[in-house]
């Protein structure tokens, strides 16, 4: 067990791969906290500094549905993170605990897409949302969202290409512009998705992708359309399950374009059920728009040259050997055009190697 000065611990509550996490009691105050510290006895520098990013990412942060952060100490080799401790549990313990009621998740639900709102108005992308990072007051039935470690406070950013298992965020939840095999990049909206993905679990007890193999995930992620929850159980309201597969769109354009877009719907279904005790069906994503302007990341004018490529690709992976040539003025969208060839590399279980040298 851990030994912090200032700090007298009661329990490891869970063990990561990296990471333990205790509670304890700090000293004077005798305030209960939560402390989230490094299990290797000599860590890596890529370990603190995302420790010490996750203080810097919470420590400004007034957001009733985010836990604060108390503080950041030195300990042995590494850092312990000091947390409020909301004394909750998370929502992955409490699903396989007991069932939750469609109106226990539209509460859930709406508070998530409260707290993702101010989340997203303070320029951060959370990226790892799931039911372990997700803390519920089983008693009040208040939501906290929790671990910032891969967070961001980029607008946007494009994702390397890498192996499944190196990928940033938990692959069964991770959307598909997040595997970096999409030709687009991340911004806020992956949190949509994979709050989506969170969503179903709820709904439907199972994930909508089930594989144990890393690169077949990432094939579903970005090719596969999961079978609804209302089709899975019937008694799933089909407006809710409309709203589940709205978030789960592929592109990112196709999913709400804000969290109060969501929050709306979400309240709709909620007044819907507390008045009537039936929830209408309704067009997803009436009340949404985006609070900021973005253009869609999608390829126009080159059509006929992906085609090609493509048709290429195909033939190659039939056995064929063939070379293609891309020319182009710097700037012109040359990788832009090959890197579509992302998405079929992934089903064909392809290789994909690249790089840049300066013209000089």
């Known amino acids: 067990m851990l030994t912090l000065p200032g700090y007298k611990l009661t329990e490891a509550i869970h063990e990561g791969v990296k990471t333990v996490i205790y509670r ?30 996750e203080y810097k990412i919470i420590q400004p942060l007034n957001i009733e549905g985010i836990g604060k952060a108390i503080g950041l100490e030195n300990y042995k080799n590494g850092l312990a993170l000091i947390l409020e401790d909301f004394e909750g549990d998370s929502l992955k313990k409490l699903m396989g605990e007991q069932k939750i009621s469609i109106l226990a998740f539209l509460s859930l639900a709406r508070q998530l897409a409260e707290t993702l709102h101010e989340l997203h108005n303070n320029h951060i992308i959370h990226k790892d949302i799931k039911p372990q990072n997700i803390l519920i007051d089983p008693k009040k039935w208040i939501v906290k969202l929790i671990d910032f470690s891969i967070a961001s406070r980029l607008t946007r950013e494009t994702p390397a290409i890498s192996s499944p298992d190196l990928l940033e965020g938990t692959i069964a939840y ?10 687009r990049s991340i911004d806020y909206r992956t949190d949509f998705y994979s709050l989506g993905v969170t969503f179903y679990e709820i709904l439907t007890g199972e994930l909508p992708f089930q594989s144990k193999e890393p690169l077949e995930l990432v094939h579903c992620h970005i090719a596969k359309t999961p079978v609804s929850p209302h089709q899975m159980n019937s008694e799933i309201p089909l407006a809710v399950s409309d709203i589940v597969m709205k978030l789960m769109a592929k592109t990112a354009e196709d999913r709400y374009q804000s969290a109060l877009g969501i929050k709306a719907d979400i309240e709709t279904c909620f007044n819907q059920l507390m008045s009537s005790g039936q929830i209408i069906d309704f067009v997803p994503g009436n009340m949404d728009k985006s609070g900021q302007f973005l253009i869609p990341q999608k390829l126009y004018g080159r059509e006929a040259e992906v085609a090609e490529l493509l048709a290429t690709f195909e033939r190659v992976a039939a056995g064929t050997t063939e070379m293609m040539l891309v020319s182009g003025y710097s ?3 040359k990788t832009s055009v090959v890197n579509e060839v992302h998405k079929p ?7 994909f190697i690249g790089g840049k040298f300066d013209q000089i």
Request: no cysteine; aromatic share 4%.
């Open 24 to 53: 304890g009691v700090k000293s004077p105050e005798h305030t209960s906290v939560i402390i989230k510290t490094l299990k290797a006895e000599y860590p890596t520098l890529e370990e603190i500094t995302r420790l010490r990013h």
């Open 174 to 183: 991770i959307s598909p512009e997040q595997t970096g095999r999409m030709n």
């Open 331 to 333: 700037g012109i969208g």
């Open 345 to 351: 590399i992934v089903r064909q279980r392809g290789y």
